[in-house]
């Protein structure tokens, strides 16, 4: 099994017990779904819900969370337009300096190519911090499939070293 863990702030961001998929060479797209976690314990007196309570209503005490989100503790925090582009501009800078100089042209070529499609489309991400909450480290991106519901997060396959469990 293989955790990933962020290059900049040592964070855990994700393992490939999810289902993972290399895009451009330069992201991963880490699938994920929402799931419902239980609070405290689980009592069970046998008794069947009341037909009159709604069935989707969550249980005292439960939460759906994403999986992802939840199992690597990633914080959820906010950008508008402008300040997602200096975070990700002092970020390329950062992780470019970590790398062999082999890798750093398709890196430039490949993030600025994919920093695009990310600002075309920036009001349908949702952005994830490691646990840490360190400035410096990556931010993840969480967004949904063209179904509306599936949703994905994409991490920068630059900026995460592979640790083998």
């Not at 939460?63 to 390329?92: A, I």
């Not at 063209?146 to 997060?153: A, L, S």
Request: net charge negative.
């Amino acid at each position: 099994m293989l955790l990933y863990s962020d290059l900049l702030s040592g964070d855990e961001m994700f393992s490939d017990a999810f289902p993972l998929k290399v895009v451009d060479d330069i992201v991963y797209e880490v699938d994920c779904q929402t799931i419902l976690i239980k609070k405290g314990a689980d009592v069970d007196i046998g008794a069947n819900p009341s037909s009159e309570e709604q069935e989707d209503a969550l249980e005292d005490g439960a939460e759906q969370v994403n999986n992802v989100v939840h199992s690597f503790r990633l914080q959820q925090t906010t950008f508008d337009k402008k300040s997602f582009l200096t975070y990700l501009k002092g970020y390329m800078k950062a992780v470019k300096e970590k790398l062999p100089e082999d890798r750093v042209t398709d890196f430039e070529k490949g993030a600025q190519a994919f920093a695009k499609k990310i600002i075309a489309n920036f009001k349908d991400y949702e952005f994830f911090i490691g646990e840490s909450m360190d400035p410096a480290g990556m931010v993840a991106l969480l967004n949904y499939r063209e179904d509306g519901v599936t949703p994905y997060i994409t991490f920068w396959k630059d900026g995460l070293k592979e640790v083998k469990l």
